[in-house]
Structures are given as structure tokens and as C-alpha cells.
Nanobody, 113 residues
Framework: QVQLVESGGGLVEPGGSLRLSCAAS????????MRWYRRAPGKEREMVAH????????EYADSVKGRFSISRDNAKNTVYLQMNSLKPEDTGVYYCYATRPAWGQGTQVTVSS
């Protein structure tokens, strides 16, 4: 069956970095664009980053441009989200999404001193 498993979340101080990973299985990963979403406490889920199936095109929410970077390794069926210069407002549950469609279970990111 289709599975998306996120990892790499945790607690980090403001200004720090984290790298999220999402391992996909059960479908032809290289055929689908992938996204990262997040849900901050008390807010609606928002799209953070998008990457095309071949990895040649990326898009970002204005709030993370210049700080976050999405990438993928189609040989490993994995999509990544490199998060730098993290801010407290980046706190939330981060979800991997395949445009198949399919959702991961989410991983918690907490940015706090």
C-alpha cells in the first residue's frame, strides 16, 4: 500500500536547522510531484514547498523563501526539506504529501529557546 513516512523533526533553538525526510513506498515515486505542508498551532494547514516529479521545479511559501529548500532523490524514493534559520513561527506538524494523492502521518517541529 501507499506509505509516506516522515522523519527528522524535533526541538531546535531559533536560528537553528533541521532536515526532514519523507520515505515513500507503494507507488511510482518518480512520477509524482511532492509537497511539504505544515500546520501551526491554531492555524490551518499551509503548503510550505513543492517540487516537480523530476525535481527541476520548486515553489515555496513566501514565509520560508530563502530559508527552506526542498529536494528529492528518485533513486531512494525520498523527498527532503532542509530548514535553516528557523523561527518560532515555524513550529508545527510537518506533513509530506504526494500528488497521487497521499499524506504522511506528520512530524513535529518545535522552534524554541
Amino acid at each position: 500500500q501507499v506509505q509516506l513516512v516522515e522523519s527528522g523533526g524535533g526541538l531546535v533553538e531559533p536560528g537553528g536547522s533541521l532536515r526532514l525526510s519523507c520515505a515513500a513506498s507503494g507507488f511510482t515515486f518518480s512520477s509524482y510531484a511532492m509537497r511539504w505542508y505544515r500546520r501551526a498551532p491554531g492555524k490551518e494547514r499551509e503548503m510550505v514547498a513543492h517540487i516537480s516529479s523530476a525535481g527541476s521545479r520548486t515553489e515555496y511559501a513566501d514565509s520560508v523563501k530563502g530559508r527552506f529548500s526542498i529536494s528529492r532523490d528518485n533513486a531512494k524514493n525520498t523527498v527532503y526539506l532542509q530548514m535553516n534559520s528557523l523561527k518560532p513561527e515555524d513550529t508545527g506538524v510537518y506533513y509530506c504529501y504526494a500528488t497521487r494523492p497521499a499524506w504522511g502521518q506528520g512530524t513535529q517541529v518545535t522552534v524554541s529557546s
